[in-house]
């Protein structure tokens, strides 16, 4: 699951910290920019990743429109 964010929105993520789950797209807090297979608060999966590690992995979509 790619996760579509405005660019404000990553900026967002990197100052506080903001992870996002790549199984149901939740948004997780206290996530390290480089976490990975965190545990998802809403699905259970540990598929919580943050926001740097999401950048190099390709899974960010950053769309102006939002």
């Known amino acids: 699951m790619k996760i579509r ?3 404000s929105d990553v900026r967002l993520a990197r100052e506080e910290y903001f992870g996002y789950c790549l199984s ?3 948004e997780r807090d206290c996530t390290e920019p480089d976490a990975c297979n965190y545990p ?3 699905c259970g999966e540990d598929s ?3 926001i740097e ?3 190099m992995m390709g899974e960010i979509i950053i769309d102006e429109r939002m």
């Open 40 to 42: 998802c608060e809403d």
């Open 48 to 50: 919580v990743f943050g």
């Open 5 to 7: 964010l405005s660019e």
């Open 24 to 26: 149901c797209g939740a």
């Open 53 to 55: 590690e999401l950048m």
